[in-house]
Each structure stands twice: as C-alpha cells, then as structure tokens.
C-alpha cells in the first residue's frame, strides 16, 4: 500500500515537496477480465496524463456536453449515466486499477462511444489535461470521508479544489457532490459557501434531492434500510 503523501519535486528548487494526496492507493487483486480489459481495451477508452491538454473533439469526434466524474469506483453508475445520455460525453478519473479495469469492460459490452477514462491522480488530470470552461458538469460520489478529525485535512473537497473546478466548468456547468457522511456534506456546504462563482441551486445552506442523472447504488438503498442519509449538493458555476 502506497501512502497517501506524494513527493514531487519543486521544478525550480529541486526540492522534494510533500504533497497530500485524497487517496491511499491501494491496488488490490485484479480479475482475469479486468487484466485482459486493462491489456486489450485501454489503447482503445483509455487517456494518458502525458498525452497533455486533452482535445475532447478529437477523442470523442464531436463537440457535445461534458461529464466529468473524480472516483467512480467500478464504474457501473457512471456507465449507466453514459448509457442514458448518449447526447452527452463523458470522462471518468479513477486511481485503482481494478475499477478501471471493470469500466472498460463495461463500456466495451454495452458499446458505449461517449465514455473514456483515466488511471490517474484527478487534482493532476483537471491541472494537467482538462481544459479551461470546457466541462457542463463535475461529479464526486461519495468521496473518502477521512472520518477522523485529524486527518479531515486530506479531504479532496477544500477550497483551492473547488476553485481549481469552477475553472474547469463552463458558465451554467454543475459541481454535484455526494456524500452518506453528514459532517462531511456540511464540510462540503460550508467550502462551497466561502468559494465564489457558485450558486446554490436548492437555495443557501440547502441540499438536494437525488437528480434522476444520478443513479442509486446498492450501497445507498442498503444505508437507507439501515437508517442513514445521503446528502446531495448541486452548485452552478455563475
């Protein structure tokens, strides 16, 4: 298991610089079908950070609305999202490879033309490769609550991630987060509160109903048996 602190080093100093990452990269066993889509698929659905600024014309032979979602696990709502909307693009940013692996396989039986995917950090994707206001919509699902006070710190949802986003979002693009830990969803609120250029779209301090693009996974249905809550936000980039 890696941990989560990357150290890069400072392009002009040459100084190690310790980076906190929002993630543990931990790789886990991959399937023989996952291996052989990660082999086989990945020339095909999948994009490279060293690729550079992505053409989204280029890759997906059209200009449509984009979707771009940070952590999508194994994939199956964020391809089911790409099923529903074949009038619409979407780019999924997953750091384990095993998820990736399920995606691929994924887009490859249901022939989905408007998923691509990459195995990549998602604060260097967006820095890197996502062009400027070129996203209608960005999602975060159930990110890792980092539950412990102490390490709240290493939270993707901070502020300097949620203007690095509203750079990404087209004027009228959507920032949806979810989250089934309450603290965290009102961590969430109150970043998105003190960052400019968004507006709340069920009005201030106020969370949303489930959007129907946002599919219920068997996680939510089960938490919502046993009593929890899911907290949704949709913010517009104003």
Known sequence: MLDFINQDKDPVTGKVMRKVRSFVLREGRLTIGQ??????LWPRYGLERAGGQLEPEAVFGRDAPRVLEIGYG?????????AAAPEQDFIGVEVHRPGVGALLMEIEEQRLSNLRSYCDDAVDILTLCIPDHSLSRVQLYFPDPWHKKKHHKRRIVQPEWVALVRGKLKEGGTLHMATDWEDYAQQMMAVMNQTPGF???AGSGQFSERPAWRPETKFERRGARLGHGVWDLLFEAV
Do not use: V
């Open 35 to 40: 291996r052989h889509a990660l082999e086989t």
């Open 74 to 82: 194994m994939g199956h709502s964020l391809a089911t999202m790409a």
């Open 199 to 201: 507006r709340n779209l």
